[in-house]
T-cell receptor
Framework: LAKTTQPISMDSYEGQEVNITCSHN???????ITWYQQFPSQGPRFIIQ???TKVTNEVASLFIPADRKSSTLSLPRVSLSDTAVYYC???????????FGGGTRLMVKP | GAVVSQHPSWVICKSGTSVKIECRSL??????MFWYRQFPKQSLMLMAT?????????EQGVEKDKFLINHASLTLSTLTVTSAHPEDSSFYIC???????????????FGPGTRLTVL
């Protein structure tokens, strides 16, 4: 079963851009890459999804190189409320099951 | 996005009792629902996948007789923790996906979670 690898934690300051990279060497051809955000004692929340190249929405950008073996979530000008755990996931090729890796714990400081 | 609710949000029970947790999709039909367990400072661990009207598929190491899952309708799935023990204390989260619920590929919508404490 393919897995993702992310940094365990990152620190940043308010107003900075944060880039979190995820490695997924065994991603399948049909898999989409999805990022979720989780605050303490809450369920995860969808942030962004992509297949290749670049995707941007109102909260983040997602960069995926041509080989799709990694992806980078970019959060522009983070605020204290962006302190959370961020998970990179893709769907198991047996269906739409999600496999959560360790996630990246982002701490935004004033 | 689509909304998933869970009830109760927290529960405290005595060892040996059973606890039922409900997961509802409020504004879409959930063809598939998932149940996760999360211990403090750890990632989500998938326990089982359930499709409406079918038996749940459990992940390796999850006791199906202890964690009973029912997905009787397209908007409701329940997880019953039978004969709960202190080691079952955890944060239980459900998620749901549906064919017309999202513009994104297989997006899952997560409930707010249920904190179970077994004394």
């Amino acid at each position: 079963l393919a897995k993702t690898t992310q940094p365990i934690s990152m620190d940043s300051y308010e107003g900075q851009e944060v880039n979190i990279t995820c490695s997924h060497n065994n991603i399948a051809t049909n898999d989409y890459i999805t990022w979720y955000q989780q605050f303490p004692s809450q369920g995860p929340r969808f942030i962004i999804q992509g297949y290749k190249t670049k995707v941007t929405n109102e909260v983040a950008s997602l960069f995926i190189p041509a080989d799709r073996k990694s992806s980078t979530l970019s959060l522009p000008r983070v605020s204290l409320s962006d302190t959370a755990v961020y998970y990179c996931l893709f769907h198991n090729n047996a269906g739409n099951m999600l496999t959560f890796g360790g996630g990246t714990r982002l701490m935004v400081k004033p | 996005g689509a909304v998933v609710s869970q009830h109760p949000s927290w529960v405290i029970c005595k060892s040996g009792t059973s606890v039922k947790i409900e997961c509802r999709s409020l504004d879409f039909q959930a063809t598939t629902m998932f149940w996760y367990r999360q211990f403090p400072k750890q990632s989500l661990m998938l326990m089982a996948t359930s499709n409406e009207g079918s038996k749940a598929t459990y992940e390796q190491g999850v006791e199906k007789d202890k964690f009973l899952i029912n997905h009787a309708s397209l908007t409701l799935s329940t997880l019953t923790v039978t004969s709960a023990h202190p080691e079952d204390s955890s944060f239980y989260i459900c998620s749901a996906s549906g064919t017309w619920a999202s513009d994104y590929y297989n997006e899952q919508f997560f409930g707010p979670g249920t904190r179970l404490t077994v004394l």
